[in-house]
């Protein structure tokens, strides 16, 4: 059984920074590409960032410049490093793992809990 668990979510003023991490555990033998996505309220799930195993990344354009994506293969841990944060990134912000290779079973994908960050004006 594969789990992510996110942390570092939490309560910032505009031009502030967060860290989030996402932690995959479990048999994993790789995981293929590893992202962040957010919700606000009344609205879809849109995608942040993600990152492939070998370190491309790909950004949405709103955070461009302001949010950096990297990961630690050894750890099967993503982190999402954010600055300049602007009301407008208040959101629940959930992990995903995607092509995930575990030692015994299929590969698949894995959406984590989401963490809460709310940034004041």
């Known amino acids: 059984q594969v789990q992510l668990v996110e942390s570092g979510g939490g309560l910032v003023q505009a031009g502030g920074s967060l860290r989030l991490s996402c932690a995959a555990s479990?048999?994993?033998?790789?995981?293929?590409?590893m992202g962040w996505y957010r919700q606000a309220p009344g609205k879809q799930r849109e995608l942040v960032a993600t990152?492939?195993?070998?370190?491309?990344?790909n950004y949405a354009d709103s955070v461009q410049g302001r949010f950096t994506i990297s990961r630690d293969n050894a750890k099967h841990t993503a982190y999402l490093q954010m600055n300049t944060l602007k009301p407008e990134d208040t959101a629940v912000y959930y992990c995903n793992a995607e092509g995930v290779k575990i030692l015994f079973g299929a590969t698949r994908d894995y959406w984590g809990q989401g963490t809460q960050v709310t940034v004041s004006s």
């Open positions: 479990g048999s994993i033998f790789t995981i293929n590409r």
């Open positions: 990152i492939t195993r070998g370190g491309s990344t």
